[in-house]
């Protein structure tokens, strides 16, 4: 037996004015979903707990069965596993953006006109070569990633993800002094090395000729790196040792991806796929059936459904979930439904209306051999709630599917 999980990044929602009152999945012309509906199981689940909006990492561990609330350490290192880079035990990695600012640190631009990869390279090359004076026994790793985005990474002693961001968060506001949030030492040595890091850093870039150039383009230049989200990896088995299984992901997300690698799932990358509402869907459920060969388990990850909904976006919501619809068809086709398993959810519900993530819970629907089918027969977050999973924790799913490919274990005689 074998499982796909696919969960679509905050398509669940709330009732859509514009859309007649229904949500942008009931308002979706969806035949695969609604067929999935009809021959499995049905239900709500709330991913971290009612009323608590998730983000997606902390959702994402949820759905693999962690407890997120004990197990989180932060995102800036799923960020940086999920670019490509190793983060040890101990480290403590930073989101990062090349933004631009004024001569009074005003921020003026927080992603220095989305710079091009090849200029966001070469700053970073030369701040990869910049020297501290203040603090010593700590070395750094900073990597630019896609457009503005970067990684950095602290290596040493007495680090602490218990520090603030230097990122102000909007524009026309000063960088930020980077603050202890707590009174260790290691907190107090962070925030020290990252302030000197943002002042090291503002020197190289402000001179650095890529900037030169920018500036006679009339472009912004990246003269700032802004550094957020502190994270360590944290402490947690790998789902193939919890459960004997080989596990795959697909996603084109950096953040899904590191938590899923952190979690000891394969990274299967996909030509095409962008975490956009562009992305290529059949390229990924391509992807998922041919990951079923060789894995028991499969998470495919559509990022486009949050991204719309961030955008409240209620139209193009809809089309991406017909669009993610014609991507099950294809697996539905393309399975073995004898032998497999098939799981639809979301992480979170993500509101087209408020563009916030919300902590109203999302539908799911499993459907193989051996599930009790129920009476549903659309898949929508109403029509779920009368299903026969009922109401279930994140944290169960792995549980249950798991249970399905006969890898839990019994508890007791
Ligand atoms: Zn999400």
Known sequence: MKAILVICDGMADRPVKEL???????AAHKPYLNKIAKTGICGIMDTIAPGIPPG???AMLALLGYDALKVYSGRGAFEAVGSGLKVLPGEVAFRCNFATVNDDM?????RAGRIRNEDASKL???LQKAKLKKVTNVDFLFKSTLQHRAVLILRGEKLSTAVSASD????????????ALDNSLAAKHTAKILNELSKVFHEVLKNHKVNKERVRKELPPANIVLFRGAGKIPKISPIPQIYGVEAS????????RGVCKTAGLNLIDVEGATGMPDT???GKAQAAVKALKNSDFVLLHIKATDVASHDKNPKLKVQIIEKIDAMLGYILENVDLNITYLAITADHTTSVVTGN???DPVPIVITGPYVRRDDIKEFGERSCAKGGLNRIKGSDLMPILMNFLRRTKKVGA
């Not at 102000?168 to 603050?179: A, D, I, L």
């Not at 996603?251 to 899904?256: D, K, Q, R």
């Open 249 to 256: 992901c697909i996603s084109a997300a950096p953040l899904i």
């Open 56 to 58: 997606s990492d902390t």
């Open 280 to 282: 290529n869907y059949k």
């Open 124 to 126: 970073a090359g030369s």
């Open 168 to 179: 102000p968060g909007k524009t026309g506001e000063r960088v930020q002094t980077v603050k």
């Open 357 to 359: 993530h919300e902590g």
């Open 106 to 110: 005003v921020v003026l631009d927080r």
């Open 20 to 26: 007649k009152g229904k949500t942008p999945l009931e």
